[in-house]
């Protein structure tokens, strides 16, 4: 997820308690290991096959899987994002990666294995219409509703369990990197209109990384 244009939560019963981990602790270190392992790669952009079909999932949790995670934090730290998933950067596999600050700004760093959103019971889906950008879709925004509260579960690089949850921007990003390994950008959530309205504003703007053509 691209960076933005310009409390307490309790813990449902689908999700033990015990599967929530803390993405706080030692943020920066733990983000900058990646990175600095990593290797920055290009993002690929709408219309690029691999984003617009479902990702496998990851079954296996070994050192491929740990390169690629150290990969994703270095090219997202390369485009300036805040979340990234693997098809953004051509691979067929279902985790992201994220380093988003919440709206307390509180940082959250970690990576998520095979997510699944929680869904919400029908008093706790107070929604958010703030804007929304994607480093697949350079350049443009545009608001859209989401949940301002979202659980996210699924595994580590360790294949175990586990959960994140996140209000605000962070809750905002947990939903937008797990709809893209469902398949989907944001942009398949607007009107027409507003749809039409992000693919001519990224086709007007330059992107600030590097990206892969479509062909």
């Keep these: 997820m691209a960076q933005q244009d310009s409390g307490g939560q309790q813990v449902t ?3 033990s308690a015990s599967e929530f981990i803390d993405d706080t602790v030692d943020a920066d270190e733990r983000e900058k290991a990646h990175r600095e392992r990593g290797t920055a790669r290009p993002i690929t952009v ?3 096959p691999v984003l617009h079909k ?3 999932d990851v ?3 070994d050192d491929d899987l740990l390169r690629l995670v150290d990969d994703m934090f270095a090219s997202q730290r390369a485009a300036e994002g805040v979340g990234l998933a693997a098809n953004q950067i051509g691979v067929d596999l279902r985790v992201f990666v994220y380093d988003c600050m919440d709206d307390q700004g509180v940082r959250h760093v970690g990576a998520i294995c095979n997510p699944v959103i929680e869904d919400l019971p029908a008093d706790r889906r107070v929604l958010d219409d703030s804007n929304e950008g994607c480093l697949s879709v350079p350049t443009a925004y545009a608001p859209l509703a989401r949940p301002d509260y979202a659980i996210c579960r699924g595994q580590d690089l360790e294949g175990k369990p586990i959960a994140v949850e996140g209000t605000g921007y962070f809750a905002r990003c947990l939903q937008h990197e797990t709809d893209h390994l469902d398949g989907y950008l944001y942009i398949d959530r607007l009107s027409k209109r507003d749809r039409k309205d992000a693919l001519r504003q990224m086709a007007e703007g330059t992107p600030r990384y590097e990206t892969v053509p479509n062909d």
Excluded: D, L, M
Aim: net charge neutral; charged share 50%.
């Design 13 to 15: 019963e689908e999700t």
């Design 46 to 48: 709408v219309g690029n």
């Design 54 to 56: 479902r990702c496998k």
């Design 59 to 61: 079954e296996r949790f």
